[in-house]
């Protein structure tokens, strides 16, 4: 099955944040959604995420991402200003299914969370299922004003998050979905079918979680996403 890129996408760039970070979108995505990513779904192998993603995983075909890659890549190097020479490198890519409750949920996953340090690491998240699901939300910290954790930071961070849990307690078995006293809010990306959304790994950000919707084992019916994660590294 080829996975045929949408020329016509639609594009979005928002700034989001005091640091005004890119986040960029393209709706309708791809062409041939249905065929190509959404049929015989229920004979993919899901399994417990490896990961603190609260969830199920499956793997994604290799010829998705290797399209994927051919059609953002460029604009990821322009919007970026990443240099021409850093090379590319895959993690694990996936779909995903939220199906934790939240009285399952560790600290870590009650939380927003960073992928990764690097400054050339991202996300592209593909929202697939037509139904009503939560999107993903950005946030600032309000104790250290980071909205994006990196090597000169990420030590600053960790240990103003782990006072607060110290001297306040753990969160209450809840997703994060608004600000609260540690968090403030600062940009969302409303989940819409075939809506492919990029952003820095090292943002702070979560699933925007609705318990009685997106919690659902079914692929068919569930917050379906393709999750792509790559990084530029210098050679």
């Given at each position: 099955m080829a996975f045929n890129v949408n020329r016509a996408a639609t594009p979005y760039l928002n700034h989001v944040g005091q640091r005004k970070t890119p986040v960029f979108i393209l709706d309708n995505f791809l062409e041939n959604l249905t065929p190509a990513l959404?049929?015989?779904?229920?004979?993919?192998?899901?399994d417990d995420a490896p990961t603190y993603y609260p969830g199920i995983r499956a793997k994604l075909p290799e010829q998705y991402i290797a399209s994927v890659a051919q059609?953002?890549?460029?604009?990821l190097q322009k919007i970026y200003a990443i240099p021409a020479s850093y090379k590319?490198?895959?993690?694990?890519?996936f779909y995903s299914l939220v199906t934790r409750a939240p009285s399952d949920l560790s600290v870590?996953?009650?939380?927003p969370h960073f992928d990764g340090t690097g400054q050339y690491r991202f996300a592209l998240l593909h929202y697939l299922n037509p139904s009503t699901h939560g999107g993903t939300a950005f946030y600032r910290h309000n104790a250290t004003g980071i909205e994006r954790v990196n090597e000169a930071n990420v030590d600053e961070y960790l240990s103003s998050v782990g006072r607060?849990?110290?001297q306040h307690g753990s969160p209450h078995s809840s997703y994060i979905a608004s600000s609260n006293q540690q968090f403030t809010k600062i940009g969302e990306i409303p989940y819409v079918q075939n809506r492919m959304a990029i952003y820095p790994g090292n943002f702070l950000h979560s699933?925007?979680?609705?318990?009685d919707i997106d919690i659902d084992a079914n692929p068919n019916t569930g917050r379906l996403t393709a999750n792509i994660f790559l990084n530029f590294i210098q050679p």
């Open positions: 959404l049929q015989n779904l229920e004979r993919l192998d899901f059609a953002v890549v460029p604009v590319i490198e895959f993690f694990d890519s870590e996953q009650q939380v607060h849990f110290s699933g925007i979680i609705n318990p």
